[in-house]
């Protein structure tokens, strides 16, 4: 157990929804990272926040937003869902803005119908 | 931008036996680090062993240990004494000095057979 959590596990919905996947980081990380992992393959780094503020931009698609709130959580929306949404979204965290070490979530299985 | 390239789709090896998984990456960058993480049928990503670039020994970590090569820009990860709870995914992964978005391989999957 990486002490990240993530709500929910599974998500089912349909086109054109919109959805929002929460996660909480390891007690004392600044840090949130998110990815999106399609089906069987690598992760696709989307979005991190630090300490409240976007720090780095991946390949993140205008529908998606995210933020990190007060308490440190972070929530991921995603929005117009389309079919290739489909993925398993992972969250991670990190003490620092800076670390080589990335604490990863059991992730949320988006399945858009 | 940095490539991380994982050459072996599937993997397999015997109980007991070793097997070296291959990574390549593609940088200009002189600080960097390089990560290996095993992905089960859970699904949850597993830190193996990392490797910090101004680190010129190889990383191990009990069973794990990496095959660094600077200048080939080459980050192999071999397994010794193969154990069933091997099997899973493993992920090559490079994430830059200043940069803080890791980028991973496609994958490559380990079977272990009994």
């Known amino acids: 157990d990486s002490g990240v959590t993530q709500t929910p596990k599974h998500l089912i919905t349909a086109t054109g929804q919109r959805v929002t996947l929460r996660c909480s980081p390891r007690s004392g990380d600044l840090s949130v990272y998110w990815y999106q992992q399609s089906l069987d393959q690598g992760l696709q780094f989307l979005i991190q926040y630090y300490n409240g503020e976007e720090r780095a931009k991946g390949n993140i698609l205008e529908r998606f937003s995210a933020q990190q709130f007060p308490d440190l959580h972070s929530e991921l929306n995603l929005s117009s869902l389309e079919l290739g949404d489909s993925a398993l979204y992972f969250c991670?965290?990190?003490?620092?803005?800076?670390?080589?070490?990335?604490?990863f979530g059991p992730g949320t299985r988006l399945t858009v119908l | 931008a940095q490539t991380v390239t994982q050459s072996q789709p599937e993997m397999s090896v015997q109980e007991a036996e070793t097997v070296t998984l291959s990574c390549t990456y593609d940088?200009?960058?002189?600080?960097?680090?390089l990560f290996w993480y095993k992905q089960p049928p859970s699904r949850q990503m597993i830190l193996v062993i990392r490797q910090e670039a101004y680190k010129q020994q190889n990383a191990t970590e009990n069973r794990f240990s990496v095959n660094f090569q600077k200048a080939a820009k080459s980050f192999s990860l071999k397994i010794s004494d193969s154990q069933l709870g091997d099997a899973a995914m493993y992920f090559c992964?490079?994430?830059?000095?200043?940069?803080?978005?890791?980028?991973f391989g496609a994958g490559t999957r380990l079977t272990v057979k009994p």
């Open positions: 940088t200009s960058e002189s600080d960097y680090y």
């Open positions: 991670a965290s990190s003490p620092r803005f800076s670390y080589n070490e990335q604490f």
């Open positions: 992964a490079y994430r830059s000095g200043d940069n803080n978005d890791m980028r």
